[in-house]
């Protein structure tokens, strides 16, 4: 008896599965599932502190 192996998996077939009606609804989803959590995520950071601003030098008198 012979047994058959399946091919290796490579991201071509990978791709033409995940571009299949069901799977590509739940991809799309992901999608921006992941989007929102990135976006989240930045808004949620703390800038960093920015030197206090110098005082601005004179240049000439106001008359």
């Not at 047994?3 to 739940?26: C, H, I, N, V, Y």
Request: charged residues 15%; without cysteine; glycine residues 4%.
């Amino acid at each position: 008896m012979t047994e058959d192996s399946p091919p290796p998996r490579t991201f071509k077939g990978l791709l033409r599965w995940a571009m299949t009606p069901p799977q590509a609804w739940g991809v799309y989803l992901l999608a921006i599932l992941l989007v929102w959590l990135l976006s989240f995520y930045a808004g949620t950071l703390k800038p960093k502190k920015t030197p206090d601003a110098s005082p601005p030098t004179v240049t000439a008198p106001k008359s």
